[in-house]
Nanobody, 123 residues
């Protein structure tokens, strides 16, 4: 079983940066595709970024391309999301997720979810 714990959320001003981290545990952590999702109040959860199981490919939602970067540190069993040029519309609870394949994760078909970390961007 994989456990995921997010951290790094907080309050920032528009245009600022924030780095989220997802700490994973479990014997099969390295075999999972990892992704980040977010859910704003009153809205459905949406895909943000993906890293393949081997970390060889990434994918991003159009709304964050050029601003967000996902990365993995296999030695530390962590997945990070570097968020730059933040906008108020980025305000949401951000969730780390793990799934069996990249396409499944992109579409929210994941096996494990983290508890979420709040990101608030003020205007």
């Amino acid at each position: 079983q994989v456990q995921l714990v997010e951290s790094g959320g907080g309050l920032v001003q528009a245009g600022g940066s924030l780095r989220l981290s997802c700490a994973g545990s479990g014997r099969t952590f390295r075999t999972y595709a990892m992704g980040w999702f977010r859910q704003a109040p009153g809205k459905e959860r949406e895909f943000v970024a993906l890293s393949s199981w081997i970390g060889g490919s990434t994918s991003y939602a159009d709304s964050v391309k050029g601003r967000f970067t996902i990365s993995r540190d296999y030695a530390k069993n962590t997945v990070s999301l570097q968020m730059n040029s933040l906008k108020p519309e980025d305000t949401a609870v951000y969730y780390c997720a793990a799934g069996a394949s990249s396409p499944m994760v992109v579409h929210g078909r994941v096996d494990y979810w983290g508890q979420g970390t709040q990101v608030t961007v003020s205007s």
